[in-house]
């Protein structure tokens, strides 16, 4: 019996279970349930915090989080039931970032986006060049971007170099020393930061440049007090003119959006993050229909397990019945209450009529034993033996027991105790 409990309810229990992962799977591409900003695949190309948004119709608690590099899984905003959801977090690192919402307490993931952050990085401040003994001396500020590689430096009348921020920076500063190509004359050198993309590539800041005089003077710009102009500028701005970071004349240097191998100095647009409309899938089921579902399921199996109980009851009986020895079988015998009643007042009454005739067969047996001396013997007890069955299967005994003696044998006489 264990072992046919056991594969009906294996044979119950199996296409439920494969059941599950579909059901559960319909409330995640719920149509109102999705991460609004930013848009899946969008590409982040200035700034250094974004906002993220994102609405869901049903769930006890949900949670909108953000995964990326430099701040790992973060934690934004939760919200019971429904409703809206926002939260900022920083972007200080180029790469791949996803925003999702996940259920507190299923630790199901409903909707997800993912964008690139591609940020390019700050052009370098603080840009001085000196000539010494054949050499020009390069100094400048480090960049405050987490994900610096390192720096390229090239200009006019000096040789080219490229290094990590190991080999040319100590704390915040940096410098390096280049090569002259030229003995006398006016030479400048421009610096670039170079930036991982996070996917495996690098990006170049807009150029810093400085010059220099071979012969004994210090540069345009000495002690390197202050950032020189923008090589493309028109010199120094007019009184009339507002020193702001939109017109090339600022002093203030800001990060550059331009793509790599721009011309120094031409200002480009900032770029603008495309807000996409709201994914809307075409799926019927939404996240009202998870908790639904779920009190359903539970009602059906304890349905299912009601009468998978009730038919190994019945097998159970079935297969008892079967046994001559079993209890099934004993109580079929012995019927009802009501059967064993009436059957134990025919045997009472089968036992008066039997001790009301006694007599009449007591003396119709004396008369026979006479009648049938010369034959046989016929001796009557008044006294059944112990261990002989009645004559009548299932009818009490009447009292009297018949034994045929042996054909010619004469009775044995009894023999008295001798006395000594």
């Not at 199901?108 to 010494?132: C, K, L, M, Q, W």
């Not at 009730?310 to 019945?321: D, E, F, N, S």
């Not at 019927?335 to 009449?360: D, N």
Request: with cysteine; proline share 7%; charged share 15%.
């Amino acid at each position: 019996m264990t072992i046919i409990r056991r594969i009906g309810a294996i044979a119950l229990a199996a296409p439920l279970a494969m059941s599950f992962p579909v059901l559960a799977a319909l409330p995640a591409q719920a149509a109102t349930t999705s991460v609004i900003t930013p848009a899946d695949g969008a590409v982040i190309s200035s700034g250094s915090e974004l906002t993220a948004k994102a609405h869901f119709d049903f769930a006890i608690t949900m949670q909108l989080r953000v995964d990326g590099p430099g701040i790992g899984d973060t934690f934004l905003q939760e919200k019971d039931f429904s409703g809206d959801m926002s939260g900022t977090f920083s972007i200080s690192r180029n790469g791949r970032y996803k925003v999702y919402l996940k259920g507190k307490q299923t630790n199901h993931v409903y909707d997800s986006n993912t964008f690139t952050v591609r940020i390019a990085p700050a052009a370098p401040t603080g840009v001085s060049a000196s000539a010494s003994g054949g050499k020009l001396v390069v100094k400048w500020n480090r960049g405050l971007e987490d994900d610096l590689t390192g720096y390229a430096l090239s200009g006019s009348g000096v040789k080219s170099r490229a290094g990590s921020l190991g080999s040319l920076c100590r704390g915040t500063s940096c410098s390096t020393t280049l090569s002259l190509t030229k003995s006398s004359g006016a030479v400048s050198v421009g610096v670039r930061a170079r930036r991982s993309t996070g996917t495996g590539g690098s990006l170049y800041s807009s150029t810093a440049s400085a010059t220099a005089s071979l012969g004994g003077g210090t540069g345009s710009q000495p002690g390197g007090s202050a950032p020189s102009l923008p090589s493309g500028g028109s010199g120094v701005p007019s009184s009339g003119t507002p020193l702001t970071p939109f017109n090339n004349d600022s002093p203030v240097t800001l990060p550059s959006v331009q793509p790599d191998g721009a011309t120094p100095g031409l200002t480009y647009p900032a770029p603008q993050i495309a807000t996409d409309s709201p994914k809307a899938q075409n799926v019927a089921a939404t996240d009202r229909l998870q908790w639904g579902k779920s009190v359903g399921i539970a009602l059906v199996l304890l349905i299912v397990a009601a009468h998978l109980g009730t038919w190994t009851r019945r097998l159970r009986v079935a297969q008892a019945g079967t046994s001559s020895n079993g209890m099934a079988a004993r109580i079929a015998r012995s019927g009802t209450g009501r059967g064993r009643v009436s059957k134990a007042r025919e045997q009472i009454a089968r036992a008066e009529a039997a001790a009301k005739t006694a007599p009449v067969v007591a003396a119709r047996a004396k008369g026979a034993r006479s009648s049938k001396r010369a034959s046989g013997t016929a001796v009557l007890d008044s006294k059944p033996k112990a261990g002989r069955r009645p004559a009548t299967l299932g009818k009490p005994s009447s009292g009297v027991n018949v034994r045929l003696a042996k054909p010619g044998a004469p009775p044995k006489p009894k023999r008295g105790r001798r006395r000594k």
